[in-house]
């Protein structure tokens, strides 16, 4: 837990402090669910789509795609973002962000930004919405999972749920980065790496199941304070695992998100 003393109070409403020349220091609402020193990736993928909504801003683009690749622990301290454009566009470019701890990268993002279209006349394909939040019991999270970044949200579950397979509403009061206004899409993107632990399929007490990377496919931008998931989770019988959800806001469906797992029972 001593690293645990070194970030900014778990009583500040804000997942990050911004100390200039890229530098973020995270405070105890990051800390994540498998070990108490390490950041949980939904923050650190909002951080990373936040950096890239406002980087070379383009009103007439938007994030389409963004995949977060895992490249280890991710260390619960101060962090390094850096940003930078890998295909320039007039409709279409391609941003890589990165989050370095202690000089090692940690996770690497890289989001399509796409143009804007009037598409009404063919839109459709998608499935139905979500009960509303309103009509979903408390999911009290914190007794299944460790750590400051599940403490901070309200989770609302649909009773039905069984192992591998569940309905989740979910939102934080909790500001992602503080002073700095976020874009809907990275506020939104802050949530989405919590579905592999709202419709789990084995204890996690006895099983770890973390993922190693996460995409996310939105086909329109979300709105709102909810994020909601309607997740399945699939193992496999040699190691692998995968957690799949359509995610929505209070609106409908925007997106789909997709999170590789590794599988092993803990020691």
């Known amino acids: 837990m001593d690293r645990i003393r070194t970030v900014v109070p778990v009583s500040d409403l804000f997942y990050y402090e911004p100390l200039g020349d890229d530098r973020y220091l995270p405070t105890g609402h990051v800390q994540g669910a498998w070990r108490d020193d390490e950041q949980h990736l939904s923050p650190v993928a909002g951080l990373l789509a936040h950096v890239v909504e406002r980087h070379d801003p383009r009103p007439d683009l938007q994030l389409a795609r963004v995949t977060y690749d ?108 503080a002073g700095e206004d976020g874009a809907p899409t990275a506020s939104f993107l802050r949530l989405v790496d919590t579905a592999n632990g709202i419709a789990v399929r084995a204890n996690p007490q006895e099983w770890m199941f973390p993922n190693v990377d996460l995409s996310v496919h939105l086909f329109r931008r979300p709105a709102g304070e909810w994020l909601g998931l309607d997740t399945s989770v699939t193992f496999g019988d040699d190691g692998l695992g995968l957690t799949s959800s359509w995610v929505h806001d209070e609106r409908g469906p925007v997106g789909r998100v997709e999170q590789g797992l590794t599988v092993r029972p803990r020691r």
Do not use: C, F, H, N
């Not at 930078?84 to 890289?110: D, K, Y």
């Not at 999972?145 to 579950?157: F, M, Q, T």
């Open 70 to 177: 895992v490249l280890g622990v991710i260390p619960l301290a101060e962090s390094v973002v850096t940003v930078r454009t890998l295909r320039p566009g007039r409709t279409i470019e391609l941003v890589e962000a990165t989050l370095a701890v202690a000089g090692r990268t940690a996770v690497r993002a890289s989001a399509w930004r796409l143009s804007r279209q009037d598409t009404t006349a063919v839109e459709g394909g998608y499935p139905p919405p979500l009960p509303a939040p309103a009509v979903m019991p408390l999911w009290a999270g914190a007794e299944v999972w460790a750590g400051g970044y599940i403490r901070s949200l309200d989770v609302r579950k649909a009773a039905d749920g069984v192992p591998g397979r569940g309905q989740v509403w979910l939102r934080s009061d909790v500001q992602l980065v």
